[in-house]
């Protein structure tokens, strides 16, 4: 970041005083994140990001149900831990640079770690009742208090249009390359038919939830090794329960990282899939439905069939939406999570036999 810019941001948020360096941070695929930290200090004292707008066009609406969640919270559990912004010297939530872009401060919280993979049942279980205790805690709200951040951001049926619009549009080498990917793609079409069944019966109940739930998304403690707390409030916006559940059996019961290239390594834990209903359900025992306990695995199921083709589309797009660091990093995220969907798949009817029914 040039020097200027920064010194801009610094005073706007009142820090200018400080001698921070400043890094890009974390592996997050659509803001900009950077640390702020002081030479000699072991841990940054900040987060400061910058909003990718091209995906959030309105910033404020995260703000906006940060503070409707927040101050809801609050009333009911004071010692509730739940990642701050620190408003500009002007009391704005954001600060907008000269070029119109947007950004946020946060405190660092220390003696934590993220990670990619989670290493034990126990703390896939401790991270599943912590977005399970979130959406229980905010269970009184007034939905319609809520934004819709995004709209149609977890809709399966608009995924498939989406990927449908890239696939016509899309470069003949690129085109080439997905031919094999097709196949399989065509082989789980059927997930998108039941999704829409689902939602025309409206067999679940609209809540609050995080909708980005994955692993990366909670700040473990160093010492305890349990989750602290839960980062990235970006989409937190009316859903339903498949999101959740549905990112956390995406991002934990497999043991690589979701751009492992080499698709022999990619294992489905079946005992973490144990421990994360069971954490989900713990937390939301007094308030799941029976439709919604009877589709937490197919949430697993239809999240990751939409990151695959989430993915998919970005490659067929040339890799507008995510951040890439090499040129088949969406095309290798894709195969990715279509290995992963046919270990889950494979295993639906025994794993929601034994815990669902
Ligand atoms: C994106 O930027 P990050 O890592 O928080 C994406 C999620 C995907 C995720 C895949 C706004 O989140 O929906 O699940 O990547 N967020 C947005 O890891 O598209
Ligand atoms: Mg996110």
């Given at each position: 970041?040039?020097?200027?810019?920064?010194?801009?941001?610094?005073?706007?948020?009142?820090?200018?005083?400080?001698?921070?360096?400043?890094?890009?941070?974390?592996?997050?695929?659509?803001?900009?994140?950077?640390?702020?930290q002081?030479?000699?200090?072991?841990?940054?004292?900040?987060?400061?990001?910058?909003?990718?707008?091209?995906?959030?066009?309105?910033?404020?609406k995260?703000?906006?149900?940060?503070?409707?969640?927040?101050?809801?919270?609050r009333?009911?559990?004071?010692?509730?831990?739940?990642?701050?912004?620190?408003?500009?010297?002007?009391?704005n939530?954001?600060?907008?640079?000269?070029?119109?872009e947007?950004?946020?401060?946060?405190?660092?919280?220390?003696?934590?770690?993220?990670?990619?993979?989670?290493?034990?049942?126990?703390?896939?279980?401790?991270?599943?009742?912590?977005?399970?205790n979130?959406?229980?805690?905010?269970?009184?709200?007034?939905?319609?208090?809520?934004?819709?951040?995004?709209?149609?951001?977890?809709n399966?049926?608009?995924?498939?249009?989406?990927?449908?619009?890239?696939?016509?549009?899309?470069?003949?080498?690129?085109?080439?390359?997905?031919?094999?990917?097709?196949?399989?793609?065509?082989?789980f079409?059927?997930?998108?038919?039941?999704?829409?069944?689902?939602?025309?019966?409206?067999l679940?109940?609209?809540?609050?939830?995080?909708i980005?739930?994955?692993?990366?998304?909670?700040?473990?403690s160093?010492?305890?090794?349990?989750?602290?707390?839960?980062?990235d409030?970006?989409?937190?916006?009316?859903?339903?329960?498949?999101?959740?559940?549905?990112d956390?059996?995406r991002?934990?019961?497999?043991?690589?990282?979701?751009?492992?290239?080499?698709?022999?390594?990619?294992?489905?834990?079946?005992?973490?899939?144990?421990s994360?209903?069971?954490?989900?359900?713990?937390?939301?025992?007094?308030?799941?439905?029976i439709?919604?306990?009877?589709?937490?695995?197919?949430?697993?199921?239809?999240?990751?069939?939409?990151?695959?083709?989430?993915?998919?589309?970005?490659?067929?797009?040339?890799?507008?939406?995510?951040?890439?660091?090499?040129?088949?990093?969406?095309?290798?995220?894709?195969?990715?999570?279509?290995?992963?969907?046919?270990?889950?798949?494979?295993?639906?009817?025994?794993?929601?036999?034994?815990?669902?029914v």
């Open positions: 970041m040039e020097i200027e810019k920064y010194q801009s941001i610094a005073k706007a948020f009142g820090i200018e005083n400080r001698q921070f360096q400043c890094n890009p941070f974390g592996t997050g695929h659509i803001n900009f994140t950077f640390s702020l002081e030479t000699n200090e072991p841990e940054p004292d900040y987060i400061l990001q910058k909003i990718n707008t091209h995906v959030f066009p309105d910033p404020e995260i703000a906006s149900n940060w503070n409707a969640a927040e101050s809801f919270i009333r009911l559990d004071t010692d509730y831990q739940m990642i701050k912004f620190l408003p500009t010297m002007d009391g939530n954001f600060f907008r640079d000269e070029d119109g947007y950004w946020r401060l946060i405190p660092f919280v220390k003696n934590t770690f993220t990670c990619e993979t989670v290493e034990t049942p126990e703390q896939a279980y401790q991270t599943a009742s912590a977005f399970g979130l959406t229980r805690l905010l269970n009184g709200v007034t939905i319609s208090d809520f934004q819709t951040i995004l709209s149609d951001f977890h399966l049926s608009f995924r498939e249009w989406q990927f449908n619009e890239a696939l016509a549009k899309a470069d003949f080498e690129r085109l080439e390359v997905v031919k094999e990917l097709l196949i399989t793609k065509k082989s079409v059927q997930i998108t038919t039941e999704f829409e069944s689902i939602q025309k019966q409206k679940l109940p609209i809540r609050i939830f995080h980005d739930a994955k692993i990366s998304n909670i700040l473990f160093k010492g305890t090794r349990l989750p602290v707390c839960i980062v409030y970006d989409t937190l916006m009316p859903g339903t329960i498949l999101s959740d559940v549905g956390m059996l991002s934990m019961t497999s043991d690589t990282v979701e751009d492992e290239a080499d698709l022999s390594k990619i294992k489905f834990r079946e005992d973490f899939v144990a994360i209903l069971d954490g989900y359900l713990d937390a939301m025992k007094n308030i799941i439905t439709n919604e306990k009877r589709l937490l695995y197919f949430g697993g199921i239809v999240l990751v069939y939409m990151q695959a083709i989430r993915f998919l589309t970005d490659y067929l797009e040339n890799d507008r939406y995510y951040h890439i660091a090499y040129s088949t990093q969406n095309l290798v995220r894709a195969q990715n999570q279509f290995r992963l969907l046919a270990l889950m798949a494979e295993k639906r009817t025994e794993i929601e036999r034994k815990f669902l």
